[in-house]
């Protein structure tokens, strides 16, 4: 006689919504991290629970923000743990389970694929599991490519081994666009080495461009027989990057304390670094805390823009700001059609990109706002960078993370968490979307 019937649960399966796998499987691993980030192996003097939890939140969200020094608190055990959330969170908890399912079996099955369609943003089921293995396997060459060179570039400063160490730990954070540094100074200390800098910036760039252009420009190599969507990505990138060098050159170049010591060389270098770090990165070669007023908000519009979709990248998405100012500029021309490179956009993808817009802003202006009613000594730019830094996953900071209070610190966790699930995920994963088959009248509502 069996007490516990287990047969009525063997072929039961668990039915979870997309966003709700990823928020488990972020929450889960982020507890992981945690613990392991609280084992004496793990850090050279004991560190408070909410210093573990803050710091595998930014590893999993790959945010970068740090509340204690990498380099100095974890030990070499503490590092690698803080690498494996960074990779793990780049990848993407669906992408390690879309492997996981196609190593359990030949096929992979219809709703597994819908889950993973959904997390991977693509469009045709056929093509989930290929992109899944170009995810890890565009992950590890680019990484590979720059750990060699930064190991190169470093063998003759500390030697061979210290040298492979750090370039490894370096091109996963950079790839993943996690900001997460050996050296307290993030890499302030390499500012007059361009090798080094832009080595980072390209692991950066290329890992916040998002995996299906990268997939969709080994397939075609032809910018003529590009998709309209990576044509988009990397015409906006650039923009965004060359602006953004620009305006942070011309801001910064007479202040002594960032740019305005170093020579004309590492000042073009340093406005490069600069500009393409808010794609997500979050290192910085020069002080943030010292940077204008005017160049800090440039910063945070570049960090809430962010990069490409299902990419390492955060913020609203590159693809998103595109479609939200051709929507902008279609509604003034009065043109009942938004267009881009010959192709027209629905009014439903205009109105996901308002959508991920708003929830992105409405999250930025909810956490400053309780920021800064938990830290009124604070300066409101400082908190303002926070907030968006966090949210937007990028990492960059002002230089008050580790001032803050534990209460500050569980909103700016909320926010790194929030803010790589997704905004439409997180909406989507508190609210049930339903269906009303009545039909109401248009109400005439005066805007403007």
Known sequence: MRIFDFS???NKTINLSPPKILALGFLSFIIFGTLMLKMPLATTHPISWMDAVFTATSAVTITG???????????????????????????????FAVLAAMSLSPRIGLKQQVRAQDALGQTSLAKVSQVAQSVVLYTLFFEIIGAMILTSVWTPQVGFMPALYQAIFF????????????FSDSLMQFKHQPVVLFTISTLS???????????DIKQNKRWSKLQTNSKIILVSVALLNLIGFLLIWLLEIHNPATLGALPFADQVTAAWFQATSPRSSGFNSIDTAQLYPATSFIIMLLMFIGGGSLSTGGGIKV??????????LAFLRRSSEIRIFNHAISRELSMKALAVTFVTFALITVGNFILLVLEPQQDFLDLSFEAVSAACTVGLSRGITGELSSASLMVL???????????LSLVYLIATPKESRLKHPAADIQIG
């Open 413 to 423: 966790s909320f926010l790194m968490f929030a803010g790589r699930l997704g905004p």
């Open 205 to 215: 760039v290329i890992g916040a461009i998002g995996f299906l252009i990268l997939i």
């Open 8 to 10: 009525r649960f063997k």
């Open 65 to 95: 923000l740090a509340v204690v020094d990498t380099g100095s608190t974890y030990t070499t055990f503490g590092q690698i743990m803080i690498l494996v959330m960074v990779q793990f969170g780049g990848l993407g908890f669906m992408t």
């Open 171 to 182: 091109s996963v954070s950079a790839f993943n666009n996690a900001g997460f540094s050996l």
């Open 319 to 328: 693809g998103t700001f595109v479609v939200l100012v051709l929507s902008v």
